[in-house]
């Protein structure tokens, strides 16, 4: 191989390795079907020492990303705050509650570490919330909490939020489909047909008005869509600047943190076809219905007793939700087809089957199992 094959080649796999989204492993997410449309991120490539997994887009044009939710990082209730997967601090009472702020990926409460968000605008959110809701009446925090609760998964908003996002990128979306076919169709053929030596200066210049337009349009549309992440911004554009291969991938940074605020099935409903946005439905509706153990120590009543008011609040949001979008939530609740003859048994949370009497599922915490 010449140098300029494996300069190419290395390209090529540089530009692959900007494709994969690294996200935390409980981190819902969406990414393009391969035969088009949408569907949720199964578990990806993880990296189990880092908490984090990859999730690939798609590497052809049309050049479409990965969108990342929030998950559900704290179990809120009138009384105070709980972590829903555990951390360094079980149960906060708002009652003398000192102030909450978010320092960099934490969200503190005073002096001691609350949580770790995925990034620093949603610890940001996140501490705001908090925040507002420690300063509030404990009479008026219900009502605050469920108004979240439903504005999560207010479909109209998410809607008209990727709405926006399609019409503000559109020209980023065209300038990044530009630079890919710039690197890696029309710069082979020019260099192979003439020669680099003779062509250098303008293919350079071209390849630098190109990627100055990226950029340009990259902080213009994210400081638009998401004017609070500004470290993530300046993040982004850092690495554009370094390796122009990722400047392909521009739109993709502002997609990440798209639907940060909202629930993933609003989400889902958004992005996904009807199908798998029913299949998306039905599992979101079994692990709410069917939680595992509380991550709060069973000795930390307070905080069993808010994760319990919190999952009751979530529960009837994602029925009125699905209500909404004319699902039936006993309908994907409703007992799977049998695998086989000797299918007894069946979780009703991961719907494993099992060729056993009714016991537990070991892989859902000990979910007693339900006949089929």
């Known amino acids: 191989m010449s140098e300029l094959q ?74 105070g705050v709980a972590p829903a997967r555990g951390g360094t601090q079980m149960f906060a009472s708002f009652a003398g ?19 770790k968000a995925g990034s620093e605008g949603d610890a940001k959110r996140l501490a705001a919330w908090l925040e507002k809701l420690r300063t509030m009446p404990e009479k008026k925090r219900g009502f605050a ?11 109209t908003q998410a809607s008209a939020r990727y709405v926006e996002f399609e019409r503000a990128t559109q020209f980023l979306g065209w300038a990044c489909t530009a630079l890919f076919a710039y690197l890696f169709l029309f710069l ?5 047909a003439i020669g680099l030596a003779r062509m250098w200066m303008v293919l ?20 638009r869509l998401r004017p609070e992440d500004g470290d993530a911004r300046w993040t982004a554009l850092f690495t554009m600047l370094l390796y122009p291969v990722a400047a392909i991938r521009a739109k993709d940074a502002v997609l990440h943190d798209l639907f940060a605020e909202f629930h993933p099935l609003a989400a889902a409903r958004v992005l996904c076809e009807p199908e798998e946005f029913r299949r998306v439905a039905a599992r979101t509706l ?9 991550s709060a120590a069973a000795s930390d009543e307070p905080g069993v007793q808010c ?34 003859a000797q299918s007894v048994s069946y979780c009703p949370r991961c ?6 009497p009714p016991g537990v599922c070991a892989d859902c915490g000990g979910i007693p199992l339900h006949p089929l």
């Open 188 to 192: 082979p053929l020019i260099i192979d």
């Open 351 to 356: 719907c494993q089957q099992y060729a056993v």
């Open 204 to 223: 350079a210049a071209a390849l630098i008005l190109l990627m100055a337009f990226i950029h340009w349009q990259f902080v213009r549309v994210h400081k």
């Open 6 to 79: 494996i300069l190419y080649a290395a390209f090529v796999v540089l530009y692959l390795l900007q494709c994969v989204v690294w996200i935390p492993q409980d981190s819902p997410a969406f990414r393009p079907a391969f035969l088009g449309g949408w569907m949720q991120a199964g578990e990806g490539f993880r990296l189990a020492a880092q908490r984090i997994r990859g999730v690939a887009g798609n590497p052809l044009p049309p050049l479409i990303g990965v969108a990342v939710c929030q998950p559900t990082l704290v179990a809120v209730s009138p009384a």
């Open 286 to 294: 079994r692990e709410f219905t069917y939680p595992l153990p509380a």
């Open 307 to 340: 994760e319990s008011w919190f999952r009751e609040r979530q529960l009837a949001a994602i029925h009125r939700f699905l209500k909404d979008a004319e699902l039936k939530p006993e309908e994907l609740l409703a007992a799977p087809a049998p695998n086989s």
């Open 145 to 155: 909490i469920e108004t979240r609760l439903g504005d999560s998964l207010d479909f």
């Open 97 to 115: 509650m000192e102030g909450v702020t978010a320092v960099t990926k934490s969200v503190c409460i005073g002096d001691d570490k609350l949580l």
